[in-house]
């Protein structure tokens, strides 16, 4: 009798808890956007930076492959073509790393061109002209499944006393941050797109400075 009674009250605590995770709901994993901030000075110079962006909830309106779920990255990108870096009307992004590569390669016996440091540069097409990250290493990324989390997020600080030494101490440089999402999948997951140049670019908009920096330099401002 006293097994009997066991066995029916371990049969309704399964059946309980049966019921307790049935009614619980599979929440969705949110989708996100990641849009570009400033770049903010460090130091006396335009060449110790920092990278800025941040992470917002997605909406539903679009296409699932126009979303993502917030894996992706941010890069720190130069209008160097403003200082004598080639300057090319683009349509897609690796005509213009193409174009440093070339630039890179005629510039290997140049003592003030240091090749390290430039290895790995690359370009974007923003607007139809050629921007160039100046390395390998101005950037920060997520893996999926990884996710950034929402709000501000900032990214460096970064050297580029390289580019100083080539281009010149005194400089004008305009510096901007630009963001890629890794595109959604049906499965919950984002692809690895941004590794593929598939995903989803953010050039910035020239926004002006948010109260959570004041320190900025954005293009086309002193």
Not at 67 to 73: A, I, K, L, T, V
Not at 107 to 120: I, K
Request: hydrophobic share 35%; proline share 7%; aromatic share 10%.
């Amino acid at each position: 009798m006293l097994l009997s009674r066991l066995a029916i009250a371990t049969l309704f605590t399964v059946f309980a808890l049966s019921i307790s995770v049935a009614a619980q709901t599979v929440v969705p994993p949110e989708f996100k956007v990641l849009k570009p901030g400033p770049v903010i000075p460090m130091g006396p110079d335009n060449f110790q930076l920092t990278g800025s962006f941040s992470v917002s909830r997605g909406t539903n309106a679009q296409p699932l492959e126009e979303r993502s779920f917030g894996s992706g990255g941010a890069c720190i990108y130069a209008d160097l073509a403003a200082v004598g870096a080639p300057e090319l009307s683009c349509t897609n992004n690796s005509q213009c790393t193409q174009a440093f590569t070339s630039f890179h390669e005629a510039n290997l016996g140049n003592p003030n061109y240091d090749v390290a440091s430039f290895s790995g540069s690359s370009g974007q097409c923003i607007a139809n002209k050629c921007w160039y990250r100046p390395g390998a290493r101005l950037c920060t990324r997520m893996i999926p499944p990884g996710s950034f989390a929402l709000g501000h997020h900032k990214f460096g600080p970064f050297n580029l006393d390289h580019v100083a030494k080539f281009f010149g101490d005194d400089a004008k440089i305009d510096w901007q941050v630009v963001t890629c999402s890794n595109r959604a999948q049906e499965n919950g997951r984002d692809d690895t797109s941004c590794a593929t140049g598939q995903g989803i670019y953010n050039p910035p908009s020239n926004a002006k400075a948010t109260d959570w920096e004041e320190v900025v330099r954005y293009p086309n401002e002193a």
